[in-house]
């Protein structure tokens, strides 16, 4: 596709569920972010991957957080042991950075609702 | 820590007025700034991406500037209109990093 892609775009999910959440960024970026929105609040930086070098995860709020990104393409955010508090968008973004951030595309975003 | 302030919060404003929206942050060394655009429900849309180098972009009625020195940027909108209804935000890299540190955005909406 010519965008950023996320799914779902809707998650409900109960107390203490896993989920994951999906991005396929566009083709040819080198580099991709996952933010968090929570409701009256700003962007929240959880993690972000640039080519091969090992992951920024200074933003994910707890070890119940991880991502991975496979073959330099598809990400994956993953959230073990859901809680309320875990309710919020989660966006994801990509950019071809080189040297500094470029340009940064985002997707329509995975809505998580936790109850 | 960066911290990226957006005045005002909100803004009303008939169709047809010009318009600027304000953005400051706390440190000025930064590799460029970036204005989005976001409407309810939706992700958000790059607006302008300005480089350090550079004192301002243009995109259409869009005009925004950049002083480091001083911590500021500024998004005009000329000759506002309805369909400009949306929240916009302004965000600048952390520190030395990637990662983007957006300010809580600016509710804007263009009544007819």
């Known amino acids: 596709g010519a965008g950023v892609s996320q799914s779902p775009s809707n998650k409900v999910t109960e107390k203490g569920k896993d989920v994951e959440l999906r991005c396929d960024p566009i083709s040819g970026h080198t580099a991709l972010y996952w933010y968090r929105q929570s409701l009256g609040q700003g962007l929240e930086f959880l993690i972000y991957f640039q080519g091969n070098s090992a992951p920024d995860k200074s933003g994910l709020p707890s070890d119940r957080f991880s991502a991975e990104r496979t073959g330099g393409s598809v990400s994956t955010l993953t959230i073990q042991r859901t809680q309320q508090e875990d309710s919020a968008v989660y966006l994801c973004a990509s950019s071809y950075d080189r040297g500094t951030t470029g340009e940064l595309f985002f997707g329509e975003g995975s809505r998580l609702t936790v109850l | ?112």
């Open chain 2, 1 to 112: 820590k960066q911290e990226v302030t957006q005045i005002p919060a909100a803004l009303s404003v008939p169709e047809g007025e010009n318009l600027v929206l304000n953005c400051s942050f706390t440190d000025s060394a930064i590799y460029n700034l970036q204005w989005f655009r976001q409407d309810p429900g939706k992700g958000l849309t790059s607006l302008l991406l300005i480089q350090s180098s550079q004192r301002e972009q243009t995109s259409g009625r869009l005009n925004a500037s950049l002083d480091k020195s001083s911590g500021r940027s500024t998004l005009y909108i000329a000759a506002s209109q309805p369909g400009d209804s949306a929240t916009y935000l302004c965000a600048v890299p952390y520190n030395s990093g990637y990662a983007l540190n957006f300010g809580k955005g600016t509710s804007l909406l263009v009544t007819p």
